[in-house]
């Protein structure tokens, strides 16, 4: 079955302490997102990417950082300066003429303590 | 004035009831579009797309007011099952190649 899976779904993880969140889609698509959503609060785009070795930074950028090697793979890592990280953090793809149509993954949930 | 507003909610209503929500965008210049639907601790999914003519897809229609730059979606006939959250997206907005997500407004609808 084709679609896009994030690993693992929930982390744990203490402060100072960098993490890499696994978003893979086997749906063909060109482009990839990362966003992340707080409590009450809208979805916030952290990166982009709309072909293999190359991304763009979102609106709230600092703090992460992404890799696009392979069209199926756009790792996040989510490093010690970012000041608040805990958060549910979703990976989505779609084909690049169709940013609008977007197919999410189930998210992780990560808590930094 | 935010690019894309929505009232959060939440929107309480008995099973059968109708609702609906709008969504206003700040851009005249935005092209498209939509409704995601989001489940309580879940993803996103597309909901439905959003066409000048309006569209309807069984209890649910959305319609679009340019001159008003507002988006709206009606439910028809609540179920328990239609409870979550419903996100207005608006693509094309200033140019931008990435959509914008409406914040979002909850529905819950109870027996």
């Known amino acids: 079955d084709g679609g896009i899976t994030q690993s693992p779904k929930y982390l744990f993880r203490k402060e100072g302490q960098n993490v890499t969140l696994s978003c893979e889609q086997n749906?063909?698509?060109?482009?990839m997102y990362w966003y992340r959503q707080d409590p009450g609060q809208g979805l916030r785009l952290i990166y982009y990417s709309q072909i293999v070795n190359d991304f763009q930074k979102g609106d709230i950028a600092e703090g992460y950082s992404v890799s696009r090697e392979k069209k199926e793979s756009f790792p996040l890592t989510v490093t010690s300066a970012q000041k608040n990280p805990t958060a549910f953090y979703l990976c989505a793809s779609s084909f690049d003429n169709r940013p609008y149509e977007q197919y999410f993954g189930p998210g992780t949930r990560l808590t930094v303590t | 004035r935010k690019e894309v507003e929505q009232d959060p909610g939440p929107f309480n209503v008995p099973e059968g009831a109708t609702v609906a929500f709008n969504c206003t965008y700040s851009?005249?210049?935005?092209?498209?579009f939509f409704w995601y639907r989001q489940d309580c601790r879940k993803e996103p999914k597309l909901l439905m797309s959003?066409?000048?003519s309006g569209n309807e897809d069984g209890r649910f229609t959305a319609q679009l007011n340019r001159a008003s730059q507002y988006i709206s979606l009606l439910i028809r006939d609540s179920k328990l099952s239609d409870s979550a959250t419903y996100l207005c997206?608006?693509?094309?907005?200033?140019?931008?190649?990435?959509?914008?997500f409406g914040r979002g407004t909850s529905l819950i609808v109870h027996p």
């Open positions: 749906l063909n698509h060109d482009a």
């Open positions: 959003v066409y000048s």
């Open positions: 997206v608006v693509n094309g907005a200033g140019g931008s190649y990435i959509p914008t």
């Open positions: 851009n005249s210049a935005s092209q498209s």
